[in-house]
C-alpha cells in the first residue's frame, strides 16, 4: 500500500524520525510533555493490516505486531504501554511494573518515561496532561464509554472525577483529541442519540437526521461537549473536519467500521 503525505497544516506535521502520516499534538502542553498519534506507515504488517498495526487482538500475525510495536518504542525511546480495552469507563494508575493487556480504557501516570497508550480504528483517542507537566493520560473514547452507564458517568468523568478526588481540578487540565469516525460518516440508532441526548438536551447539536430511526453522530463533537461540562476548558486538536475522519481517509488511518477487518493505530502521551 502506498500511503498519502498528511496535511501540513497544525497538528498533523510529524517530526523526521516519525513516519510522514504520524500525528504530534499542536498545543500549548508543557514542554516536558510528548505526545504522538500514530498511521498506517512504518509497520510490516501485510494486508489488511497493512502497514503498523498495532493492536494484537485483530487477526494479525502476532510477531507482526510485536515488530510493530517494538518498532514504536524505538523510535519513540520510552516504553508505550497497551490496554485491553473493552469499551467500559475504567482509568488504570499506571506504573512501570504494569503489564500490557491490562484492562481498562485509559490510564493515568506521573512517572517519567512510561508513555499511557490507547489503540483507535473509529473510536476517539483522547490524550490529557496537567498544566504544570506533573501527569498526563490517554483515553479510550467510543460511544459507550463516551456516554457511560448509571448516572451517565463516562470515561471522561470518571478520569477527572478521580483526578479531582486527588486535588487536580478539571480546569487544570489540557485535552487533545485524535482522529475518529467523523460525523459524515457515523451512522447510528435512536439508542445511540437517546444515550447522550437524555443527559444533555446540548447533545443533539451532534445529531443529524439520516432516514427513519436513524442518526449522523458527530463523537468529536460530543467528547468536547463532555469535556467542557465536566469544566476543561482547553481543548484542541479534532474539530470533526474531514481531515480527521479516520474512514474518509484510508491512505492514513485504520477504520474498523470501513474495512470491518482493519488494524489499529495508537495514541499516547509521556512525561520526558
Given at each position: 500500500m502506498r500511503f498519502s503525505a498528511p496535511d501540513a497544516s497544525a497538528d498533523l506535521r510529524a517530526p523526521p524520525r516519525w513516519a510522514a502520516d504520524w500525528l504530534r499534538p499542536q498545543w500549548p502542553a508543557p514542554k516536558n510533555v510528548q505526545a504522538f498519534c500514530t498511521g498506517r506507515a512504518g509497520g510490516v504488517s501485510a494486508a489488511p493490516y497493512d502497514a503498523l498495526n498495532l493492536g494484537d487482538h485483530v487477526g494479525d500475525a502476532p510477531e507482526a505486531v510485536a515488530a510493530n510495536r517494538a518498532q514504536l518504542q524505538q523510535v519513540l525511546g520510552v516504553r508505550t504501554v497497551f490496554l485491553n480495552q473493552v469499551h467500559g469507563t475504567e482509568v488504570l494508575a499506571l506504573h512501570a511494573d504494569c503489564a500490557d493487556g491490562t484492562q481498562a480504557d485509559g490510564c493515568w501516570t506521573d512517572a517519567p518515561g512510561?508513555?499511557?497508550?490507547?489503540?483507535?480504528?473509529?473510536?476517539?483517542?483522547?490524550?490529557?496532561?496537567?498544566?504544570?507537566?506533573?501527569?498526563?493520560?490517554?483515553?479510550?473514547?467510543?460511544?459507550?464509554?463516551?456516554?457511560?452507564?448509571?448516572?451517565?458517568?463516562?470515561?471522561?468523568?470518571?478520569?477527572?472525577?478521580?483526578?479531582?478526588?486527588?486535588?487536580?481540578?478539571?480546569?487544570?487540565?489540557?485535552?487533545?483529541?485524535?482522529?475518529?469516525?467523523?460525523?459524515?460518516?457515523?451512522?447510528?440508532?435512536?439508542?445511540?442519540?437517546?444515550?447522550?441526548?437524555?443527559?444533555?438536551?446540548?447533545?443533539?447539536?451532534?445529531?443529524?437526521?439520516?432516514?427513519?430511526?436513524?442518526?449522523?453522530?458527530?463523537?468529536?463533537?460530543?467528547?468536547?461537549?463532555r469535556l467542557q461540562a465536566a469544566g476543561v476548558v482547553q481543548v484542541y486538536g479534532n474539530d470533526s473536519s474531514a481531515r480527521w475522519c479516520t474512514v474518509g481517509n484510508p491512505l492514513q488511518f485504520f477504520s474498523h467500521r470501513r474495512d470491518r477487518v482493519s488494524g489499529r493505530q495508537a495514541a499516547g502521551i509521556w512525561l520526558a
Open positions: 512510561l508513555a499511557c497508550t490507547v489503540m483507535v480504528a473509529d473510536c476517539l483517542p483522547v490524550l490529557l496532561c496537567s498544566a504544570d507537566g506533573t501527569r498526563v493520560a490517554a483515553l479510550h473514547a467510543g460511544w459507550r464509554g463516551l456516554a457511560g452507564g448509571v448516572g451517565a458517568v463516562g470515561v471522561l468523568e470518571s478520569f477527572l472525577q478521580s483526578q479531582s478526588a486527588q486535588g487536580v481540578a478539571p480546569e487544570h487540565w489540557l485535552a487533545w483529541l485524535g482522529p475518529c469516525i467523523g460525523p459524515l460518516a457515523f451512522e447510528v440508532g435512536d439508542e445511540v442519540r437517546a444515550a447522550f441526548v437524555d443527559h444533555s438536551n446540548a447533545a443533539s447539536q451532534a445529531f443529524t437526521p439520516h432516514g427513519p430511526g436513524k442518526w449522523l453522530a458527530d463523537l468529536a463533537l460530543l467528547a468536547r461537549q
